[in-house]
């Protein structure tokens, strides 16, 4: 696609949003609940869909009207800098979709998708568990062949949104116990399948994100294995590098809408300090040196390139503006996120407090580092 259609596209769109603003919002009074937002996206992935713009960047063979995956950065930036759906909801379609398109069969992507992409369903990644997180080739989940499929048994941790999940990408052990990276399938599941329970779990800023799922003697039809026997690594390292690019690029959106407001309550209160200035030029710095290096991996992924391990980079910059922002807000709303009871003051605590977890999701901050010594600049390899 080139640049003038990509604008074209943008202006059209912004058009379409601001003639059908009141329509898209909820009645929402106070900060919203899990469950308000989720009713918010459900609506307004409904409303985009129907109208077309939800489908641009996905292919005919999953309900879309194809066209360059920019145009879906570029709805996501408009949905998250307008405040229309919550950025992880919204956002978890760029990190699962195309991976169950590149990997699952045609059948099962034709079934799959379209519900996910027109707001009637939410996903989930198991990959995490007790005793395997960034150590994920360690992951012990066993599914055991059976007649028709296979039998899962074992737990997951950190899954995010699973109690709103009609499906999960689950990573399995199939192989020997110590068959590490090589011994690991991955599999499309009802989160409906009888022996599939779940308990949230609260993290500080109050909300239930994310669960501990329980698999007991679940059964998974056979056609559900994706990418292959043992290929659930392969899988894996697909996933990411596309958290990284689409999605990342509106969470990227979402913290300049932010950085905006926080520029809009320091210039309120009558703040003119140079300290003030230097705290957001400095978060304003990293969300462009973020945005900078997205703007080029959303080129490289519509141009067909495949994303690798350079999307650490990525991940590096977005967990540093994002922490950036809002530890620059903390010290520019004195006492507004420790102290403060109204609905402003409650969406900076929330935000502040989510930020923390911005050097942890999708791979911490010392592995990512890890990755780029290793495997970008060859400074040795794992002890
Ligand atoms: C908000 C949120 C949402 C999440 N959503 C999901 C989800 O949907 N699905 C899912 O499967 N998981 C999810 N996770 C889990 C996430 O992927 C893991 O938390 C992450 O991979 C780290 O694993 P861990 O928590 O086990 O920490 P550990 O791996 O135990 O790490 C602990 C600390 O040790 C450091 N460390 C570990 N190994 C090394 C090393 N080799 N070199 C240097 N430092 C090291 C880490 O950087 C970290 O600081 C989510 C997490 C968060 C916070």
Same mark, same amino acid.
């Given at each position: 696609m080139i640049q003038s259609d990509v604008h074209e596209f943008r202006r059209d769109l912004a058009a379409w949003l601001d003639e059908h603003d009141a329509e898209l919002r909820l009645p929402i009074e106070q900060h919203p609940t899990l469950d308000d937002e989720l009713a918010q996206f459900r609506h307004v992935k409904r409303a985009l869909f129907d109208a077309g713009w939800g489908r641009y960047g996905w292919s005919s063979a999953v309900g879309g009207l194809a066209g360059s995956s920019m145009l879906r950065a570029i709805v996501g930036e408009e949905i998250a800098t307008r405040d229309l759906a919550e950025p992880g909801l919204w956002s978890m379609i760029e990190v699962l979709a195309p991976t169950v398109i590149a990997v699952g069969s045609p059948e099962l992507v034709a079934a799959m998708v379209p519900p996910f992409l027109r707001g009637d369903e939410m996903w989930c990644q198991g990959f995490s568990e007790p005793d395997s997180g960034s150590d994920l080739a360690s992951l012990s989940c066993r599914a055991t062949a059976v007649d028709g499929g296979w039998s899962?048994?074992?737990?997951?941790?950190?899954?995010?949104?699973?109690?709103?999940?009609?499906?999960?990408?689950?990573?399995?052990? @199939?192989?020997? /116990?110590?068959?590490?990276?090589? =011994?690991?399938?991955? !599999?499309?599941?009802?989160?409906?399948?009888?022996?599939? @329970?779940?308990? /949230?779990?609260?993290?500080?800023? =109050?909300?239930?994100? !994310?669960?501990?799922?329980?698999?007991?003697?679940?059964?998974?039809?056979?056609?559900?294995?994706?990418?292959?026997?043992?290929?659930?690594?392969q899988v894996a390292m697909n996933i990411l590098p596309y958290e990284r690019s689409t999605a990342f690029w509106h969470r990227g959106a979402f913290l300049h809408h932010r950085f905006d407001a926080l520029v809009a309550n320091v210039a309120a209160a009558g703040r003119r300090d140079t300290g003030d200035a230097h705290l957001l030029g400095e978060a304003f710095q990293t969300l462009m040196a973020f945005r900078f290096r997205s703007r080029e991996t959303q080129h490289r992924l519509a141009g067909g390139e495949s994303l690798g391990a350079e999307t650490s980079i990525d991940k590096i910059l977005i967990a540093a503006a994002d922490q950036t922002l809002y530890n620059a807000a903390r010290d520019l709303l004195p006492g507004v996120i420790e102290f403060d009871t109204d609905t402003a003051a409650g969406h900076w605590r929330w935000d502040y407090l989510y930020s923390k977890a911005a050097t942890i999701y999708g791979g911490t901050a010392e592995i990512q580092r890890n990755i780029v010594a290793r495997r970008l600049l060859d400074l040795g390899a794992e002890p």
């Open positions: 899962v048994n074992g737990q997951k941790v950190w899954t995010s949104f699973a109690q709103l999940a009609t499906r999960c990408i689950l990573l399995t052990r @199939t192989g020997e /116990p110590g068959s590490a990276h090589r =011994g690991i399938t991955a !599999f499309f599941v009802d989160m409906d399948s009888p022996g599939i @329970t779940y308990r /949230p779990i609260e993290i500080q800023n =109050g909300r239930l994100e !994310f669960c501990e799922v329980f698999y007991d003697d679940v059964f998974v039809p056979a056609d559900r294995v994706l990418g292959g026997v043992g290929q659930g690594w």
